[in-house]
């Protein structure tokens, strides 16, 4: 359960911001025993795989707080996290250690396509957010929904390796937040709209 949970939280991650838990997994690997890549993954711990992930990540997180660019930087990343999600899912001892079993031995594609697939859903909820923001606060909401969900991928990428059972926590909160932003803008639609003050005439 915590294995699963670890592919899970990493790839959820991942559906937020690509280049977050795969320094948070490189990184790891190349300091210290917590994660220990499999062997087809090792080019993960290389400083240059690092180095261009660093880029990568600060050009998003830029790009990422200016209006109608986040947009357009959502759209080109639809390919980008599904895929890191499927990689840090299978890259974490976690997914190692599953791959030890005689099932995952049959089956190793089973976290990188869970991996995708949960990032793909994260990444699709915040695309979908992210343009209801901007119009409901003039563009000035997308900069702070932003910081939050980059904090936010940098605490579940912690918490899915050190403290994998909170990921569910995390998780719900993540769409409850979703949901509750749904229901606002469905109110809003379905709210009458305050009639103008007209001119009263002469009789």
């Given at each position: 359960m915590?294995?699963?949970?670890?592919?899970?939280g990493?790839?959820?991650a991942?559906?937020?911001?690509?280049?977050v838990p795969?320094?948070?997994?490189?990184?790891l690997a190349?300091?210290?025993?917590?994660?220990?890549l499999?062997?087809?993954?090792?080019?993960m711990?290389?400083?240059?795989?690092i180095?261009?992930?660093?880029?990568l990540?600060?050009?998003?997180?830029v790009?990422?707080k200016?209006?109608?660019v986040?947009?357009?930087n959502d759209?080109?990343?639809t390919v980008?996290?599904?895929?890191?999600?499927?990689?840090?899912?299978?890259a974490?001892?976690?997914a190692?250690?599953?791959?030890?079993?005689?099932?995952m031995s049959e089956?190793p594609?089973?976290?990188?396509?869970?991996?995708?697939?949960?990032?793909?859903?994260?990444?699709?909820g915040?695309?979908?957010?992210?343009?209801v923001?901007?119009a409901?606060?003039?563009g000035?909401?997308?900069?702070?929904?932003s910081?939050?969900?980059?904090?936010?991928?940098?605490?579940?990428s912690?918490v899915?390796v050190?403290?994998?059972?909170l990921?569910?926590?995390?998780l719900?909160l993540?769409?409850?937040?979703f949901?509750?932003?749904?229901?606002r803008?469905?109110?809003?639609?379905?709210?009458?709209?305050p009639?103008?003050?007209?001119i009263?005439g002469?009789?």
């Amino acid at each position: 359960m915590l294995v699963a949970l670890t592919g899970i939280g990493l790839s959820a991650a991942a559906g937020l911001n690509a280049y977050v838990p795969f320094l948070v997994v490189a990184l790891l690997a190349r300091l210290t025993d917590v994660v220990v890549l499999p062997s087809a993954l090792t080019w993960m711990e290389s400083w240059w795989a690092i180095g261009v992930g660093a880029v990568l990540l600060l050009t998003d997180v830029v790009l990422d707080k200016v209006p109608l660019v986040d947009t357009l930087n959502d759209a080109v990343q639809t390919v980008i996290r599904p895929a890191t999600g499927g990689v840090v899912a299978a890259a974490t001892t976690a997914a190692e250690d599953l791959e030890g079993s005689t099932w995952m031995s049959e089956h190793p594609w089973v976290p990188i396509v869970g991996g995708v697939l949960v990032a793909l859903l994260v990444h699709g909820g915040k695309a979908a957010v992210r343009p209801v923001v901007n119009a409901t606060t003039g563009g000035t909401g997308g900069p702070v929904a932003s910081v939050v969900e980059d904090v936010t991928s940098v605490g579940l990428s912690l918490v899915a390796v050190f403290v994998p059972v909170l990921v569910v926590v995390v998780l719900g909160l993540l769409v409850w937040a979703f949901v509750a932003l749904v229901r606002r803008r469905r109110r809003r639609r379905r709210s009458p709209v305050p009639p103008r003050p007209g001119i009263a005439g002469t009789g």
